[in-house]
């Protein structure tokens, strides 16, 4: 299953954020998506999400134009981690979480014990599992930011749109949710994408990357390929050197 | 379980209000009495009151409190604004005027509710179209457009006030206030309640996904443009409908849907029915106070409402914090 986009062109706020971008993303790949502050990423992420329409070209899945996909078909298939999130009225953790489950039920059905388990399972997986019954407006941000991931994994779609997933959480929480997001694309065959700001953590768990340049020019391709000091220190407009680490070159800016 | 406990408790609270209403007044009527009036063995006196003058009158004021209650709570989440009321974008404003001028005119009875009904669809629609702009819908804009054509209705309400001979002022204020006495019970506002508490399970799940942002909502693959337009219709017509009967009663509508959301959480599905059986019962029982508290005279119970209200919300949010 893949996720195509076919001459696309993006703009915000009379901002050309990327011209003429086709890329190809299939599931059993991780990505990463760097690029400096207001460059673009996170409305690339809407647009593959079906949030934010293109100024031209298009997005398909599985070769069908997004924007011909019912909404709540698309739920089932494709979900996305919004940088913010929006408090409601006072709700608990599970029942947050639960409502991952919202495009895979009719209208008047209620959640059964077979969503429940699996909120649990994604729940225990965040390392949240002894929150459940927590008001959300108590939690901490890491703790509301896992509650978020576990939303997403709780709705469970094949293609896996992450906006900044580790904001909010500290160094162990980085590597755990990053090494199972990582594992879980090849393991569970899921597309996952996400915007992070550290290259090393995407140099370490990503295996494909996506430069948002913020001019315009957007460059899609292998980990390997793409990642180097000269790409980075351009991208990011200041220079970076490049040292051996144990998980492969570790970047160091200057 | 918990929930069958719940809707319980709240039949048997509705239940008792509805006795209380039907035996309390300045002629005492017995619940035997009572009893035999429903089942039409009544004599005189005792079933004529009961019939004709009690029951259309509790049965409208929990109808106009459970339809308030409702507009509220589907208010609020459109607005996602705990602040927000039936009231807030000006559908009884545009009522009050329509009724105001309709009493001027010395129009009453079906042709001034007719005045009330048109007036708050007039307002409704004003909102609906200048909020709209070129596309795009924005809750902060639909607040924004609302809430200025409120304060206008507001002060074409004084200016009508104002003009208006001393004789008519009283009739003319207890309307605003909120006014029950005028009440005789029609069934279609009955059958909009029922329609409104049968969506409820087919709405309750997606307004619980609105309420967490346009995005997310979108994300979790709602509809949520086509569901906000459903929302606001609803809303403006349980709010057009209560004022139409019996002016604009205030605070049931603001206050009962977070009173309940205190008692049971914020899951629509259960929030929605259980807050309407709440407004409804509260405001049967504030009518039968309006109504016997300084007898023969009877006060507007929108004053009732309020001062019941009022304590009893500010204890349950004490109580909550702790």
């Known amino acids: 299953m893949k996720l195509g986009v076919h001459k696309l062109e993006l703009q915000r706020g009379g901002k050309t954020l990327c011209r003429d971008f086709s890329a190809e993303f299939k599931t059993g790949q991780c990505w990463g998506v760097l690029g400096p502050n207001g460059a673009g990423k996170s409305t690339l992420l809407h647009c593959l999400a079906g949030l934010y329409p293109a100024q031209r070209g298009n997005v398909e899945l599985n070769g069908q134009t997004l924007g011909t996909i019912p909404r709540r078909a698309l739920a089932r298939q494709l979900g996305i981690l919004l940088q913010a999130s929006v408090h409601g009225f006072p709700a608990t953790v599970m029942e947050t979480v639960l409502q991952g489950r919202h495009p895979h039920l009719r209208a008047w059905e209620w959640e059964s014990e077979s969503d429940r388990r699996l909120a649990r399972t994604t729940l225990r997986r965040v390392g949240l599992e002894t929150l459940v019954e927590r008001r959300i407006d108590t939690l901490s941000g890491g703790e509301h930011q896992r509650m978020a991931i576990a939303t997403l994994l709780t709705q469970d779609p094949s293609f896996m ?13 980085q590597i755990r949710i990053l090494e199972d997001l990582g594992t879980m694309s090849g393991t569970e065959n899921k597309l996952v994408m996400m ?58 800016p200057g | 379980m918990r929930h069958w406990l719940l809707f319980a408790a709240l039949l048997t609270l509705t239940l008792i209000g509805l006795v209380t209403s039907l035996t309390s007044g300045s002629l005492s009527v017995s619940l035997y009495e009572v009893w035999q009036a429903l089942s039409g063995e009544g004599s005189g006196l005792e079933q ?6 009690r029951l259309p009158r509790s049965l409208t004021a929990f109808v106009v409190g459970a339809l308030l209650t409702l507009a509220g709570a589907l208010m609020q989440v459109l607005l996602r604004n705990p602040l927000a009321d039936p009231y807030v974008l000006g559908v009884s404003g545009g009522a009050a005027v329509a009724a105001l001028l309709a009493m001027l005119a010395g129009l009453g009875g079906l ?10 669809l007039l307002a409704t629609l004003l909102v609906f179209t200048l909020s709209h702009g070129r596309g795009q819908w924005t809750t902060q804009r639909l607040l924004l457009t609302g809430v200025v054509l409120a304060a206008g209705w507001g002060a074409l309400i004084s200016f009508l006030l104002a003009l208006a001979p001393g004789t008519q002022l009283p009739g003319m204020l207890f309307w605003l206030m909120g006014d029950l006495s005028p009440a005789r019970f029609t069934p279609w ?23 967490r942002g346009e995005l997310q909502a979108q994300a979790l693959g709602l509809d949520q443009v086509r569901l906000r337009y459903l929302i606001y219709v609803l809303a403006s017509l349980f709010t057009a409908t209560a004022v139409t009967l019996a002016g604009s009663i205030g605070f049931v509508g603001l206050v009962v849907p977070h009173l309940t959301r205190l008692l049971i959480g914020s899951d629509h599905r259960i929030l929605l029915p259980a807050s309407a059986l709440l407004g409804g019962s ?17 006060l507007p119970v929108g004053v009732l409402t309020a001062l019941i209200g009022v304590p009893l919300f500010l204890v349950l949010l004490q109580r909550g914090r702790n």
């Open chain 2, 111 to 120: 042709l001034l509710q007719g005045a009330a009904f048109s007036g708050a």
């Open chain 1, 161 to 173: 749109l992450l906006d900044e997933p580790v904001n909010h959480l500290d160094l162990h929480q």
């Open chain 2, 282 to 298: 509260l405001l049967l029982f504030a009518d039968t106070l309006a109504r016997t508290i300084i007898a023969p005279q009877q």
């Open chain 2, 189 to 211: 506002p009955l059958l909009l309640l029922l329609a409104g508490l049968a969506m409820a399970p087919f709405l309750g799940r997606s307004l619980n996904i609105l309420v």
């Open chain 1, 195 to 252: 915007v992070l700001h550290d290259v090393n953590l995407t140099q370490r768990f990503c295996d494909h990357v996506i430069l948002v340049h913020g001019d315009g020019e957007i460059t899609a391709g292998p980990v390997a390929e793409l990642m180097s000091s000269e790409n980075l220190s351009r991208l990011y407009a200041h220079p970076m050197q490049s040292l051996p680490g144990p998980h492969g070159p570790i970047y160091v």
């Open chain 2, 48 to 53: 004529r009151v009961v019939l004709e003058l």
